[in-house]
């Protein structure tokens, strides 16, 4: 440890508030993307043109993922946060930095977009080797449509970068919504009079109309918030080579991660027709909670970890304490989350989707899916984490490392539970079930390798086994009540269904938390109390 220094640790600073308009804005973009979801689903189900749209759609996810929120709250966050936290002194310098970060970014993405829009055939080769059909042609298309919204929603990042490191978190999480809002409209617009192949093409340029609103709708606060931004393709300053540096392992670490996804799009290729679609609708539920627990806490602890004062020590123990509180909160949602997927998750996936053209039997399939996805449920959402404190450190390569990790296990272990096991079974198009479980296995081991790294960087952080342990019995009691109220009643439409079964699964479990004392649980009924009194 290092000597102490003249400078005393900043005091503990209560994340509650912000990681809850995290989860507000997340909330309500994800409920959007639900009905968006629903809106899809009625028109496509899980059509051959669904499988196309899935597929194009990886395409310009990848370099948004690559260029967007994550490597930007890597590696421009903590820089830029911890020049506001010393002060008025740094303001002139935090605006040179985020000026310089935004034109790198700028230059960066245009030159992607265009090698993107001319490569794209070859583009799709890659992704979706399977599709030897009508699927690849509409695929084609629809890639060098979504591509131009690429950097609008890239720039969209830079400014939840500026908004969060200011600690204004609800507006960067909610602008989604707006992005939702077009593409929901051009489906109930023209979906009654389209064929499904021009439908996918109108929905594509509403995909582009949706980035572009959800830029600009950000764009006045920021520069409000930051009056002193200076534009210019620069790295003269020691603070945008830092950013630039941690950013070269965090976009090789997104692009394993993007990797990971890719493979699963190869593999799910050459699964029965509707396999794509069915993991993105799967995809859709499964994130909800990551994006609303795992996203909003970790987003809300970055700039605060990032931001301690202190020794070596005394920021060791910030951290500390911050992993311990923040691991327990996300249990607390994810856990029942995960149960739920796997108990009733033909329920979830029937409310939400079966509606026009998707079917009961394409509920269960999506259930099969999802309750893959259940597995590494817990471990993926609390990596996020994980990889937050790393990132406050100024580490983003142990991260990598691991991402590599996770994603060869996923490739092997995913191709073998995809294709040959279920031939071998006779159940083909289980192979879909068999990629999202072997994904969740391999984001244990990830988590396992990410809290024993940083152990060994800031000491010992208490596993809270026997409270996890209260979390699954809860969880799996409010199940059996669930299904109990499913045996019963036996409900013919999904949303009466939902409500006559998910709500009862949702009471047992508070109460039962409750009454084994669970914190969480009675600061959540303070909060619904306080809400009800209002």
Request: net charge positive; hydrophobic share 55%.
């Amino acid at each position: 440890m290092s000597a102490p220094t003249d400078l005393t640790p900043a005091p503990q600073e209560n994340t509650g508030r912000s990681s809850f308009l995290v989860a507000a804005g997340i909330f309500l973009s994800r409920i959007f993307g639900l009905v968006r979801g629903r809106v899809f689903a009625n028109y496509f189900g899980l059509s051959w043109q669904a499988d196309a749209f899935t597929s194009a759609l990886r395409i310009p996810n990848f370099l948004q993922n690559l260029l967007g929120e994550g490597v930007i709250s890597a590696s421009f966050i903590p820089v830029y946060a911890k020049l506001l936290a010393q002060g008025e002194t740094d303001e002139e310098e935090a605006g040179r930095v985020a000026g310089a970060i935004f034109s790198l970014l700028a230059l960066l993405t245009s030159a992607l977009v265009l090698v993107g829009v001319l490569a794209t055939p070859l583009l799709i080769d890659l992704i979706a080797p399977g599709f030897h059909d009508e699927r690849r042609p509409l695929a084609i298309q629809l890639v060098r449509i979504f591509f131009p919204g690429i950097g609008l929603l890239v720039f969209s990042a830079w400014c939840l970068g500026i908004l969060n490191s200011h600690r204004k978190f609800f507006l960067s999480y909610v602008s989604p919504v707006i992005w939702n809002v077009t593409i929901i409209v051009a489906l109930l617009v023209w979906g009654p009079t389209k064929a499904p192949s021009d439908l996918a093409i109108y929905a594509a340029w509403a995909y582009v109309a949706g980035s572009a609103l959800q830029f600009l709708v950000q764009l006045p606060t920021v520069l409000r918030l930051a009056p002193a931004l200076r534009f210019a393709i620069t790295t003269v300053s020691d603070n945008v080579r830092v950013v630039v540096k941690n950013f070269a392992p965090v976009f090789v670490s997104r692009g394993v991660n993007q990797i990971s996804a890719y493979v699963d799009t190869i593999i799910a290729s050459y699964l029965p027709v509707g396999a794509l679609a069915a993991i993105a609708n799967a995809q859709i539920l499964s994130t909800l909670p990551v994006s609303l627990f795992g996203m909003a806490i970790s987003a809300a602890e970055l700039p605060a970890m990032s931001s301690a004062l202190g020794n070596e020590q005394e920021v060791a123990e910030t951290l500390r304490r911050r992993i311990a509180a923040s691991t327990r909160r996300i249990a607390f949602f994810v856990v029942p989350s995960a149960a739920a997927f796997l108990a009733l998750g033909d329920v979830i996936a029937a409310a939400i989707f079966q509606t026009g053209v998707f079917t009961h039997s394409n509920s269960q399939y999506v259930w099969a899916i999802l309750a893959g996805s259940a597995v590494g449920l817990v471990a993926s959402t609390t990596s996020r984490l994980y990889s937050s404190a790393y990132y406050a450190l100024r580490d983003t390569r142990t991260p990598l490392r691991y991402a590599v990790i996770r994603v060869l296990l996923t490739t092997v272990l995913g191709y073998i539970c995809a294709l040959p096991l279920p031939r071998l079974l006779g159940y083909p198009s289980w192979g879909a079930a068999g990629l999202t479980a072997s994904a969740g296995l391999a984001a244990w081991l990830e988590f396992t390798l990410l809290r024993r790294g940083m152990e060994r960087r800031i000491g010992r952080v208490p596993f809270p086994a026997s409270y996890f342990g209260k979390l699954w019995f809860a969880a799996a009691m409010a199940a059996v009540v669930g299904l109990g109220f499913q045996f019963l009643f036996h409900p013919r439409h999904p949303l009466v269904g939902a409500f006559a079964i998910l709500v009862p699964y949702g009471i047992t479990y508070l109460i039962l938390t409750a009454m084994m004392e669970i914190d969480e649980a009675a600061a959540l009924r303070r909060k619904l109390f306080g809400f009800i009194k209002r």
